[in-house]
């Protein structure tokens, strides 16, 4: 099973970005379908974007579509979220996720590996 490891948080303007990273552990990465989610303060976790084992599969929550792009490289065992266009509603913690069991990662699956999460703050 895979670790994983976010990176790339922190404090920006309203209309800025940022482009978050998820290094994940060990020789299997590919076989991992991908996602991230996000936890804002006081709400639940919600799924932003995921990203099929190939990386030619891409899904995302309707509120990011147009301002976040999901990607991988599979050669160097990472996930990425480049994230556009940021709004004070994007402040949240984001966690990446991996399944191997799944074909596509949605808002109703419950991925088998969690990453810790970093901390996005837009502030406006």
């Known amino acids: 099973q895979v670790q994983l490891v976010e990176s790339g948080g922190g404090l920006v303007q309203a209309g800025g970005s940022l482009r978050l990273s998820c290094a994940a552990s060990?020789?299997?990465?590919?076989?991992?379908?991908m996602g991230w989610f996000r936890q804002a303060p006081g709400k639940e976790r919600e799924f932003v974007a995921s990203?099929?084992?190939?990386?030619?599969?891409?899904y995302y929550e309707d509120s990011v579509k147009g301002r976040f792009t999901i990607s991988r490289d599979n050669a160097k065992n990472t996930m990425y979220l480049q994230m556009n266009s940021l709004k004070p509603e994007d402040t949240a913690r984001y966690y990446c996720?991996?399944?191997?069991?799944?074909?596509?990662?949605?808002?109703?699956?419950?991925?088998?590996?969690w990453g810790q999460g970093t901390l996005v703050t837009v502030s406006s």
């Open positions: 996720a991996a399944d191997r069991s799944i074909s596509v990662m949605t808002a109703y699956s419950n991925p088998e590996v």
């Open positions: 990203i099929t084992r190939s990386g030619a599969g891409t």
């Open positions: 060990g020789r299997t990465f590919s076989s991992y379908v």
